[in-house]
């Protein structure tokens, strides 16, 4: 009986391990290496979305404290400091953010604004927008 116990805890403990090792691509988050630069004119399309008054005053990814007041973004890749020309599909307005944090952590969409940002590309009201991303200089 004893035998038979330790070999189902074994064959469990097999099984639940092993399906941390199992991930979908979409849920990689992964930083570029350090002093990595990315071609300036290098351009995405997406879902943007923004965050603001719950993580206001929070650290951020590289250690700054999130103003949610500043033109700051996350991406889930793009080294920090990483200057973007997002613009809004929709209407045509345009800003330039930071990237400053790690994210978004929701599936299909390719950046997180701060919430000037959002105001600036009048996307407050919707949440979200299909946007364009033009990488304009690393810092």
């Known amino acids: 009986m004893n035998k038979f116990f330790f070999v189902f805890l074994l064959f469990v403990f097999i099984i639940i391990s092993g399906c941390g090792l199992v991930s979908s691509p979409a849920y990689v988050y992964r930083s ?39 033109y700051t973004c996350a991406h889930r890749t793009l080294p920090f400091g990483t200057l973007l020309l997002v613009t809004n599909l929709a209407n045509g307005k345009t800003v330039t953010v930071r990237v400053t944090d790690r994210g978004p952590y929701i599936s299909g969409r390719i950046i ?3 919430r000037a940002a959002a105001v600036s590309l009048d996307m407050l009201d919707t949440g979200t927008a299909q946007v364009s991303l033009k990488v304009v200089e690393n810092e």
């Open 32 to 70: 570029a290496p350090a002093g990595t630069r990315i071609v300036s004119g290098l351009e995405f399309r997406g879902t943007a979305s923004w965050y603001g008054i719950p993580f206001h005053g929070r650290t951020t990814a590289n250690g700054e404290t999130y103003n949610m007041n500043d």
């Open 112 to 114: 997180d604004l701060s």
